[in-house]
C-alpha cells in the first residue's frame, strides 16, 4: 500500500482512483484502422493524441511532428459528442484540414487532439489514405 502526495500522482491514493474510471489520470482512447481493426489504449492527460498513437505503435505518420504543416496526422472522431467536447480547431488547423483526404464533419489533426477526462472513451478512425505534399513530392495527375 502506498501514498503519493502531490504530483501527478496525487489523485491515487491507496491504490484506489479518484477519478472513477479514469485509471490514473489516463484516459481509454480506442483507434479503428482502415480495416476496422480496433486496439484501445491508455492515453495519459496532456499527450496528444498523435504522441499517443506512436508510443503504441499505431499507424499514425504526422510527418511535420505537430507542427501543423501537414495533414497526415488525420483522425476522424467516431461520435458527435466527443467531438464537441474537443476544443474548436484553429484557423491554422482547419487551413491543413482542408488539404486532407476523406474530411469529414468531425475531422481533426491528431497532434491537436490533447488528452483529458472529457474525452475518456473516445474512438478515433484513422482514414484510409493521408495526402504529404511535403514528403511525398505529390503530382497532380493529368486529366
Ligand atoms: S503532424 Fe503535421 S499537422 Fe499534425
Known sequence: MSVFIGGPKAACYFGKNLFGDLEHNRI?????????????IKVPIGMSMLEAAHENDIDLEGACEGSLACSTCHVIVMDVDHYNKLEDPTDEENDMLDLAFGLTETSRLGC???????????????????RNFAVDGYVPKPH
Open 28 to 40: 481509454s482512447v480506442t483507434f479503428v484502422d482502415k480495416d476496422g481493426n480496433e486496439k484501445e
Open 112 to 130: 491537436q487532439v490533447i488528452a483529458k477526462p472529457e474525452l475518456d472513451g473516445i474512438r478515433l478512425a484513422l482514414p484510409a489514405a493521408t
